[in-house]
């Protein structure tokens, strides 16, 4: 058995003392208020000796009734608070200690609501720190691979660079693909403190009204050489005049995002089209390209960071371009979705307010 605690002791002490005081001045108004009733009404006198054997009785009953109030309310406060306030802390310790697995059964009986929403509570923070934690070690674990993989072609390339003997042409081409893995690196580490930043929310957005649509064929001309160099034909649907208020630089990470992903995944001789329509009160911006489309279960993930669906294509990004442009589309009030055919191609939709 477990032995109280000093501090437990007291507790004891103080609600016996309590209840004590309450009892006996509750049973002394009582008893007074009855004899003297009594006595008008039968004409009693009562003796010097009476009051005294009475006094005695009623005494030792004050101290039997505080006895039993105090072992209730002590049986009482151990079921109804103690036990619940440990069960819900002993919960809290191990969330403390990184055990976020834990889950508390709500409880049963009269006067529990209270309770049950702290653990409510307590269950829903274990399942939001459960969901960041794996998002943490998923993160860790994707960084690491990504940072491993460009790293190791740096350093096998360096390596070669190294052997005697070598010709020019593939000194140059070692040289080459240093330069792309150190590219892919940098752009790697750029877009995670990027997303970082955007994450949390330490870029704020400074808007401006500009012509969405000069934006647009900006965004597009950039990749002029990556379109030449497949012999891809580019349509373009853009009506004149759009005005959007928004801040333009973060935006312009959105199109940049959505036309390299459409080069990347079209095929030779295929289609890119980029369209503008004013909507109502809403602008709307479409990519569509002829590659290789979506599956529907890659579909549900394409915005998560890291995920690539076609593995294919892994050497040429990082997964984290999509995850960037639902965070920025997010923070400016927008919305974005996809429509996908798999085989035939995919369109990703953006759509925003004017004003």
């Not at 360096?158 to 000194?171: F, I, K």
């Amino acid at each position: 058995m477990k032995r109280l605690s000093f501090r437990q002791i007291l507790r004891a002490i103080n609600n016996y003392i309590v209840f004590f005081v309450v009892v006996a001045f509750s049973v002394t108004c009582c008893m007074m208020l009855f004899v003297t009733t009594l006595a008008n009404s039968m004409g009693l006198v009562f003796t010097s000796e009476n009051i005294a054997t009475a006094a005695k009785l009623t005494f030792g009953n004050v101290v039997l009734i505080t006895l039993i109030f105090t072992v209730i309310d002590y049986s009482r406060r151990k079921i109804t608070v103690e036990r619940p306030v440990k069960i819900i802390t002993d919960a809290t310790e191990k969330i403390m200690q990184g055990d976020f697995s834990v889950r508390i059964k709500p409880l049963h009986g009269v006067g529990r609501d209270g309770f049950n929403q702290i653990i409510a509570g307590v269950n829903k923070m274990a399942e939001e720190l459960s969901g960041t934690e794996t998002l943490r070690t998923d993160f860790v674990a994707n960084v690491s691979h990504e940072l491993k993989t460009p790293l190791a072609v740096m350093g096998n390339y360096a390596t070669m660079l190294q052997r005697p003997g070598l010709t020019e042409e593939e000194r140059n081409a070692y040289a080459k693909s240093i330069s792309e893995a150190t590219r892919r690196l940098a752009q790697l580490i750029t877009n995670i403190l990027k997303l970082n930043r955007l994450e949390n929310q330490e870029i704020y957005p400074k808007t401006e009204e500009y012509d969405l649509g000069e934006q647009l064929c900006a965004a597009l001309l950039q990749f002029e050489d990556a379109w030449e160099k497949k012999n891809l034909n580019i349509e373009t649907d853009i009506q004149d005049d759009v005005k959007i208020r928004s801040d333009g630089e973060l935006l312009s990470l959105v199109w940049t995002n959505l036309i390299s992903n459409a080069v990347k995944f079209t095929p030779d001789g295929g289609t890119i089209a980029v369209r503008l329509r004013a909507e109502g009160d809403r602008a709307s911006v479409s990519v569509s390209d002829t590659g290789c489309g979506i599956q529907p279960e890659v579909g549900q993930h394409i915005f998560e960071k890291f995920y690539q669906g076609d593995t294919s294509h892994a050497t040429q990004g990082n997964g984290l371009g999509l995850a960037l442009v639902k965070r920025v589309v997010d923070i400016l009030g927008g919305e974005i979705g996809v429509q996908s055919v798999l085989g035939k191609g995919s369109t990703f939709t953006v759509r925003f307010k004017r004003d």
